[in-house]
């Protein structure tokens, strides 16, 4: 048997590579998401495609994609960027601002990726997906950014990637910024939609990693200082995620490290056992996050999660559903930064009598 031509080994790879991150997406979604603080600054290239592709996948499943679509969108993810390997290598780690002829010749390289793949790899389906990616990634929901075309992105992959995009390029460290920190970033991309970005897109994702990304280092009322794991499971997952602490009330590292749902309860009073004060950056931290996030730790059930609260508990099934996905709304609102509510009371649209 003649051997594999190099481009169909490689795409065959590829093409492993998301099978096994969708099977993730669907068996353990959670640590997939977890996967995403991970920083590599070895390989930037490489490493932001991959997050891109952890990200895009993650919100696709979150919308019901079936699994062969989750395949062709993390293939697609995965060679978005394609063309910035056809630029000059010296325009990709400049240690100054770019000029503008310089920003013009950088901004190319959507066109050049999707006539890379068009020119060797053919007009088949899932090519013309992959180019697609390529060229409208950058392309604005309000018709701008580049290449300019006056209109939106016209695919669903390209809109999709888009949001992944903007929000790992704002997490992670390139040569002249630092990355913002996750719940900062957030509010960056928040602030994008309906101009930059998908508010559709913006909504599902904020439904995805909620108001404080997994990674982001949170004080706690107690004193604690904890890492945002996931989405909590009571009725305000956006505000009160599940998080891993990492220190006493004192600021001494914990031995045994636990995760606590923020939306517990104490069981004879309606008071939250732990609150969120305020976020801090996770570069002081004495280690990675993800090495944290990673480790072994001990999973604490909720005493009293909100959502078995005695005023749900008296309602009828219909109500108690509807009360809880009232709680949901705020992801189909867009919110400038610092605007995100913390109660459902404050959302439009979301009045309750009694």
């Known amino acids: 048997m003649p051997p594999l031509p190099l481009d169909v080994f490689l795409r065959r790879r590829q093409r492993s590579l998301v099978l096994k991150l969708v ?47 989750l395949v ?18 010296e325009l990709l780690d400049l240690p100054r601002e770019p000029t503008e002829a310089e920003q013009a010749v950088a901004r190319q390289h959507p066109l050049l990726g999707m006539r890379h793949l068009l020119e060797h790899f053919g007009f088949e389906i899932p090519i013309v997906e ?15 950014g580049y290449p300019e075309l006056g209109h939106a992105p016209a695919h669903i992959f390209s809109r999709i990637i888009a949001v992944a995009d903007v929000y790992n390029g704002l997490v992670r460290d390139v ?26 897109m913006v909504r599902q994702f904020l439904r995805l990693i ?4 997994p990674g982001t280092l949170v004080e706690l009322d107690s004193g604690e200082y904890a890492l945002v794991v996931g989405p909590g499971g009571g009725l305000e997952p956006l505000t009160r995620p599940r998080v891993l ?12 490290l636990m995760t606590v749902d923020l939306g517990d309860r104490h069981a004879r009073r309606r008071a ?13 931290l004495a280690a990675p ?40 709304v705020a992801t189909g609102q867009s919110f400038a930064p610092g605007e995100l509510p913390r109660d459902v009371r404050d959302i439009p649209g979301t009045d309750e009598e009694g």
């Open 23 to 69: 099977q993730m997406a669907e068996d353990t979604p959670e640590d997939l998401l977890i996967l995403t603080t991970v920083r590599d600054a070895t390989l930037p290239a490489v490493s932001h495609a991959l997050m891109v592709a952890m990200l895009a996948i993650s919100l696709a499943r979150l919308m019901d994609f079936r699994r062969r679509d």
């Open 72 to 89: 062709r969108l993390g293939v697609c993810a995965l060679s978005h960027n394609i063309g910035e390997a056809l630029l000059p290598p």
């Open 130 to 144: 992959r180019a697609l990616a390529s060229v409208e990634h950058h392309i604005h929901y309000d018709g701008h």
């Open 289 to 328: 996050v993800a090495r944290y996030l990673f480790a072994d730790r001990v999973e604490v059930e909720p005493e009293k999660l909100d959502i078995d609260d005695e005023s749900l508990r008296k309602r009828s099934d219909v109500d108690r559903r509807e009360a809880v996905a009232r709680r949901f």
């Open 272 to 284: 939250w056992k732990r609150t969120i004060v305020r976020t801090r950056d996770s570069r002081n």
């Open 245 to 256: 602490v990492l220190t006493d009330s004192d600021g001494y590292e914990v031995e045994d």
């Open 210 to 213: 909620g108001r404080y990304p």
């Open 175 to 200: 040569p002249l910024r630092v990355g913002y920190p996750p719940d900062q970033a957030m509010k960056l991309v928040n602030r994008r939609a309906t101009t930059q970005l998908d508010p559709f």
